[in-house]
């Protein structure tokens, strides 16, 4: 199995706790690479570190109790029950089968936000993207619908943007556009020409992933023209979240010969001032942001066998979290061709900061928070450790496929175990 090297571990005479490792329950690596970078996220982990959630369900209740000792406790902890939380509505996190980590941080996401949802009604105008609206007026609308439908949680105020489609008609030029929930940010690598001596960069893979699409007549539908139509198709960023999750597409299927394969292109990211201009929404253009990075899960080994690790950022410091091992890590070696999901969180400043619900709010605090954070939305928007050879076959990762849309879980997987 490839392996990198760590830092030493952090001095025993520092007055701040280590941060603690997670037990590896069997094949669980995934999950504790996906907890320790949550771990990175402070707003989130101020919220559920707070008392007075025990209602919010037993999800909620266990993710307390891992807050608390992460942040008191060097000793080991173990995830058992998170996963057992977890597999209550996805029976594949409760096998001992390896899974894929991105996909269970999706799924974690998710169910924390149903326990933690609030509904919300809007004001907004009802707005059909059909008629005359401006961009900003239509993403606007579109956001609202959006939340009244599926209220608003801590979680969504984090993790969630919006993604924008504006489709327009090659013959009659009638632009429309089309809103989608943007959680994870999936962004193509190229498979060949490059190396570890000449890794691609993240800005270049991502201006891929927004590249112009052309469409045939029979795939779509023009109202104004009252028939089918060519169109073109501009994918954008209309909302960006606070904390924005980019994951590189390294697992791949080849659709005409079935052929499996993990892509092991070195890609180089920023870990600070890191912006996304290039494929912002035109309305979204007049405020921009820029993200520092605060945690990565790695994934290493190739398609029949691996191993998940993360990198989480502690009071400015990085960590290599192995399951139960826990290093220090020197800033530059932070970025590797083993990173798969990376972690960003918005820097704030002046009028666009966004404070967030402190671990002593009662809950009618954070409630009226997240309320009053949503009335202006608008207006702001490893090298992995060392793993000995003789444990590699312990660590067997069921890889899964398919192509992943913004936002949405992947649909079409296949497994090898």
């Not at 919300?120 to 008629?131: F, G, R, Y």
């Not at 605090?365 to 444990?391: G, K, Y």
Request: glycine residues 6%.
């Amino acid at each position: 199995m490839e392996t990198m090297q760590t830092d030493e571990t952090r001095n025993a005479g520092s007055n701040k706790p280590h941060p603690c490792g997670l037990s590896n329950l069997g094949n669980t690596c995934y999950i504790n690479a996906a907890l320790q970078s949550l771990g990175s996220v402070v707003p989130l982990m101020d919220y559920l570190a707070k008392d007075g959630l025990g209602d919010r369900g037993e999800m909620v209740k266990e993710l307390h109790v891992m807050v608390q000792h992460m942040r008191t406790k060097s000793e080991l902890f173990s995830p058992c029950k998170i996963k057992d939380q977890i597999a209550e509505s996805n029976t594949r996190f409760g096998q001992t089968s390896q899974e894929d980590s991105q996909e269970f941080l999706q799924a974690l996401i998710e169910k924390l936000h149903q326990c933690l949802r609030i509904s919300v009604k809007s004001d907004a105008p009802t707005l059909n993207v059909e008629q005359d609206s401006t961009e900003l007026e239509a993403s606007e609308a579109a956001w609202h619908r959006y939340l009244n439908q599926h209220g608003e949680s801590i979680v969504r105020d984090q993790f969630e943007g919006q993604l924008q489609s504006s489709m327009t008609c090659r013959e009659c030029k009638k632009v429309t556009w089309k809103f989608d929930p943007l959680m994870f940010l999936p962004v193509p690598i190229p498979s060949a020409e490059h190396s570890e001596e000449h890794p691609c960069l993240l800005q270049d893979c991502l201006k891929g992933a927004f590249e112009l699409q052309y469409f045939g007549g029979k795939e779509w539908y023009c109202s104004k023209c009252d028939r089918q139509a060519n169109m073109e198709r501009k994918p954008s960023i209309s909302k960006l979240p606070n904390i924005l999750m980019v994951y590189l597409k390294r697992f791949q299927t080849n659709y005409q010969s079935g052929e499996r394969s993990k892509v092991n292109t070195n890609v180089t990211f920023p870990l600070r001032d890191f912006e996304l201009s290039d494929v912002m929404s035109e309305s979204a253009k007049s405020v921009q942001f820029k993200y520092t990075l605060i945690a990565v899960i790695n994934h290493i080994g190739n398609i029949t066998g691996g191993h998940y690790t993360a990198y989480g950022k502690h009071n400015n410091e990085w960590f290599c979290f192995d399951d139960s091992e826990v290093k220090c890590i020197s800033e530059d070696r932070i970025s590797s061709r083993y990173a798969y999901v990376l972690f960003y969180q918005k820097n704030t400043a002046g009028d666009h900061q966004q404070t967030m619900p402190k671990c002593n709010d009662t809950e009618e605090q954070a409630i009226s928070h997240i309320n009053n954070t949503h009335q202006h939305s608008q207006e702001r928007e490893v090298q992995p450790c060392t793993a000995e050879n003789d444990e590699e076959d312990e660590w067997k990762r069921r890889s899964l496929f398919g192509l992943c849309c913004f936002g949405t879980r992947r649909r079409n997987r296949s497994a090898i175990i």
